[in-house]
């Protein structure tokens, strides 16, 4: 039995693209409050939502790498991305910053900053979130929340910004999770959610935050493909504190 379980679970994985997806659509959470989150960015590719970002500084956001694409524009102040702007603000990237040691989602460093072409104007509806001062171990079922655009349930889309509360998961309990679908995490993740629970993350709008006692912890990055019934394995997150020295210095250069 465990062999022919084997066999289907590499016969699923060769049809899910070698099980991950990437992640950030919010699974039995529910709809933000007006002028809560006022950090979360609307990451576009042609002005239409591509993925989650969130404001650290004046003029960087901070995504996942793999959100990288041409024509890139964030949206700042809103809380549904379908109504138009209307007090929210468009910002061009002028650059786009990824880790050396990026390749792909499954080799890790999946994290972006964003330069924007102007300060951002921070008010009731725009401000920044604090970031982890050092590098530190997210201990296991730590509250925290995500929250992003787009997925309530595997194929449902909605418009407005939607939160869900999550337990961070041991990262070694999560790395057994995902080495019974023949997939080695990557360094410097963290997990939360989509694990003995029916909370969590799914594909389409991945790069929204991990936000744990008031500071943004993790990016989001991948799932179970196209996989939306949870429980499942865990969500898995780029671990922003370890890339702390990487971000003060594009910071501090205003440049890659």
Request: glycine share 8%; net charge positive; with cysteine.
């Amino acid at each position: 039995m465990h062999t022919m379980n084997k066999l289907l679970l590499t016969v699923l994985l060769t049809y899910l693209g070698h099980s991950v997806a990437f992640g950030g659509q919010i699974i039995n959470g529910k709809k933000a409050k007006r002028n809560s989150l006022q950090y979360m960015a609307s990451v576009q590719n042609d002005e239409k939502h591509n993925c989650g970002g969130f404001l650290i500084t004046p003029d960087f956001v901070l995504t996942a790498a793999h959100c990288n694409t041409s024509n890139l524009s964030v949206v700042l102040g809103t809380h549904n991305i379908k109504k138009g702007l209307g007090k929210a603000v468009r910002y061009n990237v002028e650059r786009t910053c990824k880790p050396n040691s990026y390749e792909n989602v499954k080799d890790g460093s999946d994290i972006m900053l964003l330069k924007l072409s102007r300060e951002a104007k921070l008010s009731k509806s725009v401000n920044k979130v604090r970031l982890p001062t050092k590098d530190k171990v997210l201990k296991p079922k730590t509250k925290c929340l995500a929250a992003g655009w787009g997925l309530t349930k595997t194929g449902a889309i909605v418009d407005d910004l939607q939160v869900v509360d999550l337990e961070a998961i041991d990262l070694k309990v999560c790395q057994k999770q995902w080495d019974h679908v023949d997939l080695k995490l990557p360094p410097n993740v963290i997990c939360a959610g989509g694990y003995m629970t029916d909370k969590g993350t799914c594909q389409g709008d991945s790069g929204g935050p991990l936000v744990c006692n008031g500071e943004a912890v993790g990016i989001v990055s991948f799932n179970m493909k196209r996989n939306c019934a949870y429980p499942n394995v865990p969500n898995v997150y780029t671990q922003i504190s370890k890339y702390l020295p990487w971000i003060k210095k594009v910071i501090n250069k205003q440049s890659c």
